[in-house]
């Protein structure tokens, strides 16, 4: 069997995902390390005898991981830099505008003799693997130009023990895909950059992600329509926020503090929560033949991580969850059967209030089963908020970019990557509106939009996975805000 060593020599791995993740591509998939070894064929003169070898890789089963020690990923900070490309009078570093930019890594140790072990179930033969060797001695990083690496093929006889599946990795033609790409770039086009290869679907338990929210439709707290004007599903990201808010006045009015992070999104010192914090999500007449898309209703949904921690055994865990079930109680006035009646008004004033209370009603819209059910196939009731603006001028490499997105999306949130998906203005849930208004009608008529969000993109999405998946399903920069909750769609079904 052929088995690549890659040892890191500083000891840092510099390895992102995605321009939107934070987390770094950790362990580094088949497909970036056969990219660096086509690299470094390239700059070696593209010999004919190691362009064979490359091909020969290529078309092998996808190989295994084999990590001999653990990674300690380190807080990814956000930095300013100037760029390459100024021109002008700008060219000087201290007249140049910064960008910003991060930089996620995992901390190795330095000592190690490997850090990383990719294993091949084929031998090569005499002449592919001396070519291979001699890729393997030019190369120089794997990831970040600064991630400066040893790299060493050999073979072995017995495959060692924990050995974790390619979620990634190099197929037939991928190496004369990279080679047009190369030429494209050289070409000035700007647009001709190497997507991530094939993407094989996790295995149950590979994923290192937990699920962000809760999956047990018990812990979710569900208020409906108690009167008042009804607002629209389009205004469902400033009303997720303003029940946020009224949650965390409650906390204050119950305990006499400040809410938690898990509530309140914002650690102590007003930096974001590092962790997973709790999503206010809109409950819609949608999904069914006469749906109107009506607004029937918000959820609270706590972060999993919280539910565990009621989950423990012990008075701070009891006291934990009563501290939660008190500040509900306080969330506004009670009516005559002792409920609280939360009264939310527009963010600046105006004449219409509404008026929500714990649910009662037994409607179906209001059920949170729907949305933490299992199914392969998945459509947005909300649309998503891309993560960051799409940077590519062409309708294709757009596209691409903003799946790239989406996928990057599900990693974060402990989800499968998907095989297939559907980016689309329109949505494939009945009684939905659009992602964005119809040509000709005011912004306005459109998505509500908070601040914080920006200009970046709306978009009805449809996920198809080669494994069921449990909802539920809450995507993108605005998930914790009502905006990509997801319902899950019967096969067959157009």
Known sequence: MLCLDIAWLTGTAFLARDPSDLAPDWPPQPDRIFSALVASWGSGGEDRIEREALEWLEAQKPPRLHLPEPAHPRQTVKVYVPPNDAKGSTVLPTLRKRQERTFPCVALDAGSEMHLSVIW???????????????????????????LVRVMFREIDATPGGLQPARRAPYRGRLRQLEDLHRRHMTGDT?????????????????????????????????????????????????????????????????????????????????PARDPHLAAVPMANAGWKHSDGRLMGFALVPPSSEISAWAASGPEAFARRQAFSQALARLGETDGEGRPILTLAPQGGGSWRWRLAPATSGLRSLDPVRYVRTSRLWASVTPVLLDRHVKTAGPPERSAEAEDMIRAACARTGLPEPVAMSLTKHAAIAGVPSARPAGGNPRWTGWARRKSFGARAFVHVRLAFDETVTGPLLLGAGRFHGLGLFLPMREGRR
């Open 121 to 147: 179930e084929a031998t090569p033969s005499e002449k592919h693997r001396a070519a291979l060797e001699k890729i393997a001695r030019r190369t120089s990083h794997v990831g970040h130009s600064a991630s």
């Open 191 to 271: 647009n001709a950059r190497p997507r991530p290869a094939t993407r094989r679907r996790t295995p149950p338990g590979a994923s290192s992600t937990p699920r962000q929210f809760a999956t047990d439709p018990a812990q979710w707290v569900v208020l409906e329509h108690a009167g008042g004007d009804r607002p629209d599903l389009r205004a469902a990201a400033p009303l997720g926020e303003a029940m946020r808010q009224a949650l965390m006045e409650a906390w204050t009015r119950a305990h006499g503090e400040t809410a938690p992070a898990w509530i309140s999104g914002h650690e102590a010192d007003g930096s």
